[in-house]
């Protein structure tokens, strides 16, 4: 019998109301796949299985009366480490709160027990969610379930770590300059960035205001769509996979960055066949240089970043990380004039985005540049990004969500798909088509004991285990 962490949450939907499984019993397979898989991968840092299994026991009497809250009923959310859950230690991965307990619910933890969604525990983040993969955090940092020397992405470091090693099937993350898209890609699981502004962040760690987001990510699609109507309060209806007619803009010059690993150009290109095949209109596109974009990006969240944390820059840098210490020192070298100037530059691009995409529905563009790194390329401590084209639409706002398109020496890639303001339904349209014709996304525990992967697409390291 197939493990239910392993099936899809509308599969998981169905047998809940039928009868043939209860909440109860899927918390507490949550729970033993945890025990079974975390310690290798260190994505979780709180568990209250008494809590778990309690909220799944009154989601089973909800539905077992009639009360059907929708498609999350009786579902296990996972929860990043900056989103307030009442009653529980979120401490933002810093040592700056290592006893900080949560009063209340986040408005959208609120949602997602409106819903009926359990939350199963909270999972790493970076030191203050700012940069990483620091040594000095409150917590040791995540590793990737498809190569334990290489990191997660930041800083929804334990979101895909969980999800990706098969613990749970969606989570809550946030993406202030790709901390939603850039781990999906290097995960290989699916990331919403949503527009700016359309999703509360009441009872959530600031970073950079302007660019701040949370963020929907899960195995699929289909899932991280029903996650992203549960947090607006609006459910989105499933996606169509037909992409007739649909415009899509690709400039490939992004892909051909000199910090880009030469398998991403290919991979793009391919993605962008496939989307052709599915019906859609592939149209060559100019964007705005990548790097002008990131520059901009860059400035303003470090000196957003300096404005939000400067108390403990001055009172507590003894005590901050040495990543998020050097990222939050770097806003205080900036002028006025530097900061007046990506700002400018900001609105700009901005423009010339929103009049692209009244030419073109979508455009496609890779997440990341290059798979995900070693650990030991940050051994040094410094404080650095990785190569990836997510700054950009963190800046203008834009939607952007990252699907799983192919593999760079038995390493996930992501295709970033972004899109209009509030256009979240047609991306992942496209990226259901998208994931619907190719395979890249299909990589579970279950399919994976069936049907093993070549040696040269090597499946992640914990999903050796058969299922039960």
């Not at 099936?7 to 109301?17: G, S």
């Not at 993350?173 to 781990?183: C, I, K, L, N, Q």
């Not at 507590?316 to 002028?335: E, I, K, N, W």
Request: charged content about 20%; glycine content about 10%.
């Amino acid at each position: 019998m197939t493990n239910p962490v392993d099936l899809t949450l509308p599969v998981v939907a169905a047998r809940l109301r039928d009868g043939r499984l209860t909440a109860e019993t899927l918390a507490q397979a949550h729970l033993d796949r945890i025990a079974a898989r975390d310690e290798g991968i260190g994505a979780f840092v709180h568990l209250d299985a008494e809590a778990v299994l309690a909220a799944a026991r009154s989601a089973d009497t909800e539905l077992a009366c009639g009360i059907d809250r929708g498609p999350l009923h009786g579902i296990c959310v996972a929860i990043k480490d900056i989103f307030d859950v009442a009653g529980w230690p979120v401490r933002y991965g810093s040592r700056l709160y290592p006893d900080r307990i949560a009063a209340t619910d986040c408005t959208l933890v609120t949602r997602l027990r409106t819903a009926g969604a359990v939350p199963l525990g909270l999972v790493a983040t970076y030191d203050l969610a700012i940069v990483g993969p620091g040594d000095d955090g409150l917590y040791p940092q995540p590793r990737n379930p498809w190569d334990p020397a290489r990191v997660t992405g930041g800083s929804s470091s334990g979101v895909a770590a969980a999800i990706a090693a098969g613990m749970v099937r969606v989570a809550l993350g946030s993406d202030t300059g790709g901390s939603v898209r850039s781990p999906s890609a290097y995960c290989g699981i699916v990331g919403l960035k949503p527009t700016h502004g359309g999703l509360p962040l009441d009872g959530v760690l600031p970073l950079a205001p302007s660019f701040d987001v949370p963020g929907a990510m899960g195995r699929t699609v289909v899932e991280t769509a029903l996650l992203f109507g549960a947090l607006r309060d609006d459910p989105v209806e499933l996606p169509a996979l037909s992409l007739d007619g649909k415009r899509i803009g690709y400039d490939r010059t992004w892909s051909l960055s000199p910090d880009a690993d030469p398998q991403i150009v290919h991979a793009t290109d391919a993605a962008a066949s496939t989307l052709s095949l599915c019906g859609a209109e592939i149209r060559r596109v100019t964007l705005p240089p990548l790097s002008l974009m990131t520059a901009a990006a860059a400035v303003l969240i470090h000196a957003e970043g300096l404005q939000t944390h400067r108390a403990h820059l001055a009172r507590d840098g003894g005590r901050m990380g040495r990543m998020a210490y050097q990222s939050m020192a770097a806003g205080a070298v900036l002028t006025e004039t530097d900061i007046a100037q990506a700002r400018r530059a900001a609105d700009l691009l901005r423009a010339r985005i929103d009049a692209l995409l009244q030419e073109v529905d979508a455009l496609i563009l890779p997440t990341t540049l290059t798979p995900a790194p070693a650990f030991a390329d940050f051994a040094d401590g410094l404080a650095r990004w990785s190569p990836m084209c997510t700054l950009p639409f963190s800046m203008t706002g834009h939607p952007a969500l990252s699907v799983p398109m192919g593999f760079a020496d038995g390493l996930p890639l992501g295709l970033q798909i972004a899109g209009r303001h509030d256009a979240e339904p047609l991306l992942l349209q496209i990226a259901a088509g998208f994931e619907h014709t190719t395979d890249h996304g299909a990589l579970d525990a279950a399919s994976l004991a069936r049907h093993p992967l070549p040696a040269a697409r090597q499946a992640p390291v914990f999903m050796t285990e058969e299922t039960t």
